[in-house]
Protein backbone atom coordinates (compact mmCIF):
# COMPACT_ATOMS: atom_id res chain seq x y z
CA UNK A 1 0.00 0.00 0.00
CA UNK A 2 1.37 3.31 -1.44
CA UNK A 3 0.26 6.40 0.87
CA UNK A 4 0.85 9.79 -0.89
CA UNK A 5 1.60 12.79 1.02
CA UNK A 6 1.13 15.10 -2.25
CA UNK A 7 -0.72 15.23 -5.23
CA UNK A 8 2.45 14.56 -7.19
CA UNK A 9 3.27 11.77 -5.26
CA UNK A 10 -0.69 10.51 -5.76
CA UNK A 11 -0.31 10.95 -9.77
CA UNK A 12 2.96 9.51 -9.59
CA UNK A 13 1.73 6.15 -7.73
CA UNK A 14 -1.96 6.26 -10.19
CA UNK A 15 0.01 7.28 -13.73
CA UNK A 16 0.73 2.95 -14.47
CA UNK A 17 -2.96 2.30 -13.47
CA UNK A 18 -4.13 5.13 -15.76
CA UNK A 19 -1.77 3.59 -18.36
CA UNK A 20 -2.82 -0.17 -18.25
CA UNK A 21 -6.51 1.08 -18.14
CA UNK A 22 -6.90 -0.41 -14.70
CA UNK A 23 -10.79 0.65 -12.91
CA UNK A 24 -10.24 2.94 -10.18
CA UNK A 25 -12.49 3.11 -7.00
CA UNK A 26 -12.05 6.05 -4.81
CA UNK A 27 -13.57 6.33 -1.54
CA UNK A 28 -13.39 9.68 -0.39
CA UNK A 29 -13.38 10.31 3.90
CA UNK A 30 -12.14 12.31 6.52
CA UNK A 31 -10.62 9.10 8.27
CA UNK A 32 -11.01 8.03 11.74
CA UNK A 33 -12.24 4.88 10.21
CA UNK A 34 -15.20 2.50 10.80
CA UNK A 35 -17.59 -0.35 9.48
CA UNK A 36 -19.05 2.31 7.43
CA UNK A 37 -15.81 3.52 5.57
CA UNK A 38 -15.06 -0.14 5.48
CA UNK A 39 -18.00 -1.50 3.55
CA UNK A 40 -17.12 1.47 0.81
CA UNK A 41 -13.59 0.33 0.95
CA UNK A 42 -14.83 -3.29 0.07
CA UNK A 43 -17.15 -2.57 -2.32
CA UNK A 44 -14.38 -0.90 -3.70
CA UNK A 45 -12.42 -3.60 -3.67
CA UNK A 46 -14.92 -5.72 -5.24
CA UNK A 47 -15.83 -3.68 -8.23
CA UNK A 48 -12.60 -2.01 -8.63
CA UNK A 49 -8.98 -2.85 -10.01
CA UNK A 50 -7.17 -0.06 -7.72
CA UNK A 51 -9.05 1.13 -4.87
CA UNK A 52 -7.74 4.62 -3.54
CA UNK A 53 -8.43 6.28 0.24
CA UNK A 54 -8.25 9.82 0.59
CA UNK A 55 -8.00 10.59 4.50
CA UNK A 56 -8.63 14.60 4.68
CA UNK A 57 -10.16 16.54 7.23
CA UNK A 58 -11.54 18.95 4.95
CA UNK A 59 -11.51 22.61 6.62
CA UNK A 60 -13.26 24.22 4.07
CA UNK A 61 -16.44 21.97 4.65
CA UNK A 62 -16.17 23.11 8.83
CA UNK A 63 -18.14 26.32 9.74
CA UNK A 64 -15.49 28.09 12.32
CA UNK A 65 -17.66 27.27 15.54
CA UNK A 66 -17.67 23.71 14.39
CA UNK A 67 -15.53 20.53 15.40
CA UNK A 68 -12.34 20.77 13.02
CA UNK A 69 -9.55 21.41 15.71
CA UNK A 70 -11.54 18.24 18.23
CA UNK A 71 -12.56 16.06 14.81
CA UNK A 72 -11.29 12.45 15.60
CA UNK A 73 -7.97 11.55 13.87
CA UNK A 74 -6.16 8.26 14.69
CA UNK A 75 -3.96 7.99 11.18
CA UNK A 76 -1.85 5.21 12.31
CA UNK A 77 -5.01 2.93 13.07
CA UNK A 78 -6.82 4.02 9.72
CA UNK A 79 -3.97 2.93 7.78
CA UNK A 80 -3.71 -0.18 9.29
CA UNK A 81 -7.01 -0.92 8.74
CA UNK A 82 -6.88 0.15 5.25
CA UNK A 83 -4.23 -2.11 4.52
CA UNK A 84 -6.00 -4.92 6.04
CA UNK A 85 -9.27 -3.70 3.01
CA UNK A 86 -6.98 -4.12 0.49
CA UNK A 87 -6.27 -0.30 -0.20
CA UNK A 88 -3.64 0.15 -2.73
CA UNK A 89 -3.58 3.77 -2.58
CA UNK A 90 -4.09 5.95 0.21
CA UNK A 91 -4.03 9.67 0.06
CA UNK A 92 -3.32 11.33 3.18
CA UNK A 93 -2.29 15.35 2.28
CA UNK A 94 -1.61 18.31 4.87
CA UNK A 95 -4.06 21.27 4.18
CA UNK A 96 -1.25 23.19 2.11
CA UNK A 97 -0.98 20.52 -0.86
CA UNK A 98 -5.34 20.64 -1.25
CA UNK A 99 -5.24 24.43 -0.42
CA UNK A 100 -1.93 26.21 -1.79
CA UNK A 101 -1.36 29.73 -0.56
CA UNK A 102 -3.23 31.83 -3.02
CA UNK A 103 -5.72 29.43 -3.50
CA UNK A 104 -9.31 31.25 -4.51
CA UNK A 105 -11.60 28.88 -6.46
CA UNK A 106 -14.71 26.79 -4.83
CA UNK A 107 -17.37 24.83 -6.55
CA UNK A 108 -21.07 24.96 -6.03
CA UNK A 109 -23.94 23.22 -6.64
CA UNK A 110 -26.34 25.75 -6.52
CA UNK A 111 -30.00 25.96 -5.96
CA UNK A 112 -32.43 23.64 -3.98
CA UNK A 113 -29.94 20.81 -3.23
CA UNK A 114 -27.75 22.86 -1.02
CA UNK A 115 -30.12 25.21 0.07
CA UNK A 116 -31.86 22.56 2.57
CA UNK A 117 -31.46 20.34 5.45
CA UNK A 118 -27.37 21.20 6.28
CA UNK A 119 -27.16 23.52 3.67
CA UNK A 120 -29.79 25.70 5.62
CA UNK A 121 -28.57 28.60 7.08
CA UNK A 122 -29.27 27.54 10.59
CA UNK A 123 -27.97 24.51 10.16
CA UNK A 124 -24.25 24.28 8.78
CA UNK A 125 -24.55 26.84 6.21
CA UNK A 126 -24.35 27.09 2.40
CA UNK A 127 -20.27 26.74 2.98
CA UNK A 128 -20.93 23.31 4.11
CA UNK A 129 -21.55 21.98 0.77
CA UNK A 130 -19.25 24.11 -1.17
CA UNK A 131 -16.49 23.07 0.82
CA UNK A 132 -17.76 19.48 0.17
CA UNK A 133 -17.89 19.76 -3.91
CA UNK A 134 -14.78 21.71 -3.84
CA UNK A 135 -12.66 19.02 -2.07
CA UNK A 136 -14.42 16.16 -3.56
CA UNK A 137 -13.68 17.74 -7.37
CA UNK A 138 -10.38 18.39 -6.26
CA UNK A 139 -9.93 14.65 -5.57
CA UNK A 140 -11.56 13.67 -8.92
CA UNK A 141 -9.29 15.93 -10.61
CA UNK A 142 -6.23 14.16 -8.90
CA UNK A 143 -7.14 10.45 -9.20
CA UNK A 144 -9.41 10.40 -12.16
CA UNK A 145 -11.37 7.80 -10.69
CA UNK A 146 -13.91 5.35 -12.88
CA UNK A 147 -16.14 4.94 -9.72
CA UNK A 148 -15.99 6.89 -6.57
CA UNK A 149 -18.16 5.61 -3.89
CA UNK A 150 -20.30 7.49 -0.89
CA UNK A 151 -22.80 6.39 1.80
CA UNK A 152 -26.07 6.52 2.07
CA UNK A 153 -25.82 8.01 5.34
CA UNK A 154 -25.01 11.76 4.26
CA UNK A 155 -27.83 11.54 1.51
CA UNK A 156 -28.02 14.89 0.89
CA UNK A 157 -23.69 15.35 0.55
CA UNK A 158 -24.44 12.15 -2.34
CA UNK A 159 -27.51 13.69 -3.84
CA UNK A 160 -25.34 16.91 -4.17
CA UNK A 161 -21.87 15.29 -5.62
CA UNK A 162 -23.97 13.27 -8.12
CA UNK A 163 -25.59 16.88 -9.06
CA UNK A 164 -21.55 18.01 -9.53
CA UNK A 165 -20.12 14.86 -11.09
CA UNK A 166 -23.44 15.39 -13.85
CA UNK A 167 -23.29 19.05 -14.04
CA UNK A 168 -19.39 19.57 -14.40
CA UNK A 169 -19.04 16.10 -16.87
CA UNK A 170 -16.94 14.52 -14.33
CA UNK A 171 -16.36 10.53 -16.19
CA UNK A 172 -17.20 9.12 -13.02
CA UNK A 173 -19.75 6.79 -11.74
CA UNK A 174 -21.00 7.78 -8.15
CA UNK A 175 -21.68 4.43 -6.35
CA UNK A 176 -24.27 5.27 -2.48
CA UNK A 177 -23.56 2.47 -0.35
CA UNK A 178 -26.35 1.98 2.69
CA UNK A 179 -25.87 3.32 5.79
CA UNK A 180 -23.96 0.67 8.24
CA UNK A 181 -25.37 0.93 11.62
CA UNK A 182 -24.52 -0.42 15.02
CA UNK A 183 -26.47 -3.72 16.06
CA UNK A 184 -28.48 -0.95 18.16
CA UNK A 185 -29.64 0.87 15.15
CA UNK A 186 -27.29 3.78 15.90
CA UNK A 187 -25.74 4.87 12.60
CA UNK A 188 -21.76 4.40 12.77
CA UNK A 189 -19.98 7.97 12.80
CA UNK A 190 -16.53 9.30 13.73
CA UNK A 191 -18.67 11.55 15.79
CA UNK A 192 -20.01 8.75 17.69
CA UNK A 193 -16.65 9.08 19.90
CA UNK A 194 -17.43 12.33 21.30
CA UNK A 195 -20.84 10.53 23.03
CA UNK A 196 -20.66 9.31 26.90
CA UNK A 197 -22.44 6.27 27.69
CA UNK A 198 -25.84 7.93 28.42
CA UNK A 199 -25.48 10.25 25.70
CA UNK A 200 -24.88 6.84 22.97
CA UNK A 201 -28.51 5.87 24.77
CA UNK A 202 -29.97 9.09 24.38
CA UNK A 203 -29.05 9.19 20.31
CA UNK A 204 -30.58 5.65 19.85
CA UNK A 205 -33.70 8.07 19.44
CA UNK A 206 -32.54 9.27 16.09
CA UNK A 207 -32.71 5.55 14.65
CA UNK A 208 -36.07 5.00 16.93
CA UNK A 209 -37.66 8.15 15.14
CA UNK A 210 -36.83 6.89 11.64
CA UNK A 211 -38.40 3.36 12.61
CA UNK A 212 -41.21 5.23 13.87
CA UNK A 213 -41.74 7.22 10.40
CA UNK A 214 -41.20 3.76 8.51
CA UNK A 215 -43.94 2.13 10.77
CA UNK A 216 -46.47 4.66 10.16
CA UNK A 217 -45.53 4.57 6.37
CA UNK A 218 -45.46 1.15 6.28
CA UNK A 219 -49.11 1.20 7.96
CA UNK A 220 -50.58 2.38 4.52
CA UNK A 221 -50.57 6.26 5.95
CA UNK A 222 -49.76 8.32 2.47
CA UNK A 223 -48.84 11.31 4.02
CA UNK A 224 -45.31 12.24 5.48
CA UNK A 225 -46.84 14.63 8.04
CA UNK A 226 -48.24 11.97 10.66
CA UNK A 227 -44.61 10.13 10.02
CA UNK A 228 -43.15 13.35 11.03
CA UNK A 229 -45.10 13.19 13.49
CA UNK A 230 -44.14 10.20 15.21
CA UNK A 231 -40.68 10.52 14.86
CA UNK A 232 -40.50 13.51 16.21
CA UNK A 233 -42.27 12.08 19.77
CA UNK A 234 -39.66 9.10 19.56
CA UNK A 235 -36.99 11.90 19.63
CA UNK A 236 -39.19 14.33 22.33
CA UNK A 237 -39.57 11.00 24.51
CA UNK A 238 -35.23 10.92 24.71
CA UNK A 239 -35.26 15.32 25.64
CA UNK A 240 -33.79 15.66 21.73
CA UNK A 241 -34.94 18.43 19.80
CA UNK A 242 -33.82 18.09 16.22
CA UNK A 243 -32.21 21.19 14.52
CA UNK A 244 -34.33 19.55 11.77
CA UNK A 245 -36.23 16.78 10.59
CA UNK A 246 -37.88 16.72 7.55
CA UNK A 247 -39.24 14.90 4.00
CA UNK A 248 -38.32 15.72 1.29
CA UNK A 249 -38.19 13.89 -2.33
CA UNK A 250 -34.97 12.31 -2.30
CA UNK A 251 -33.93 13.32 -5.79
CA UNK A 252 -34.74 16.69 -5.90
CA UNK A 253 -34.81 17.47 -1.76
CA UNK A 254 -37.98 19.47 -2.34
CA UNK A 255 -40.72 19.13 0.59
CA UNK A 256 -42.91 15.99 0.36
CA UNK A 257 -46.36 16.16 1.85
CA UNK A 258 -47.43 12.57 0.38
CA UNK A 259 -45.52 9.41 0.10
CA UNK A 260 -47.31 8.00 -2.94
CA UNK A 261 -45.10 7.08 -5.96
CA UNK A 262 -41.82 9.11 -5.67
CA UNK A 263 -38.95 8.10 -2.90
CA UNK A 264 -39.73 10.47 0.14
CA UNK A 265 -36.15 10.84 2.32
CA UNK A 266 -36.90 11.49 5.66
CA UNK A 267 -33.85 13.41 7.33
CA UNK A 268 -32.77 14.30 10.78
CA UNK A 269 -30.41 16.43 12.31
CA UNK A 270 -29.55 16.77 15.72
CA UNK A 271 -27.57 17.83 19.00
CA UNK A 272 -26.70 15.05 21.85
CA UNK A 273 -24.29 16.23 23.91
CA UNK A 274 -21.28 17.52 22.04
CA UNK A 275 -22.15 15.87 19.10
CA UNK A 276 -23.87 16.97 15.67
CA UNK A 277 -25.35 13.75 14.61
CA UNK A 278 -27.60 13.31 11.44
CA UNK A 279 -29.68 10.17 10.16
CA UNK A 280 -31.91 9.33 7.56
CA UNK A 281 -34.15 6.48 5.86
CA UNK A 282 -36.04 6.75 2.42
CA UNK A 283 -39.59 5.54 2.19
CA UNK A 284 -41.17 3.80 -0.79
CA UNK A 285 -40.28 4.20 -4.60
P1 LIG B 1 -16.77 10.93 6.58
O1 LIG B 1 -15.43 10.38 6.94
O2 LIG B 1 -17.71 11.01 7.73
O3 LIG B 1 -16.69 12.19 5.76
O4 LIG B 1 -17.43 9.85 5.61
C1 LIG B 1 -16.77 9.38 4.47
C2 LIG B 1 -17.72 8.55 3.64
O5 LIG B 1 -18.20 7.46 4.43
C3 LIG B 1 -18.96 9.33 3.18
O6 LIG B 1 -19.30 8.93 1.87
C4 LIG B 1 -20.00 8.91 4.17
O7 LIG B 1 -21.32 8.98 3.67
C5 LIG B 1 -19.60 7.46 4.41
N1 LIG B 1 -20.13 6.99 5.69
C6 LIG B 1 -20.01 7.59 6.90
N2 LIG B 1 -20.69 6.90 7.84
C7 LIG B 1 -21.27 5.84 7.20
C8 LIG B 1 -22.10 4.76 7.62
N3 LIG B 1 -22.49 4.63 8.88
N4 LIG B 1 -22.50 3.88 6.69
C9 LIG B 1 -22.11 4.00 5.38
N5 LIG B 1 -21.32 5.00 4.93
C10 LIG B 1 -20.91 5.90 5.83
Given at each position: ???????????????????????????????????????????????????????????????????????????????????????????????????????????EVGGQLTDVLCGAPDSRGPGHFRGVTTVVAKLFNAVEPDIAFFGQKDAQQAVVIRRMARDLDFPVEIAVLPTVREPDGLAMSSRNAYLDPEQRERALALSRALRAAENVAGSGETRTEPALDAARAELGRAGIEPEYLEALDAETLTPAASLNGRPVLIAVAAQVGPARLIDNTIIGG
Open positions: MIVARSKVELRDALGPSHTDQRVIGLVPTMGYLHDGHLSLLRAAAERCDVVVLSLFVNPAQFRPDEDLDSYPRDEARDLELAEDAGVDVVYAPPVEDVYPEGFATTV
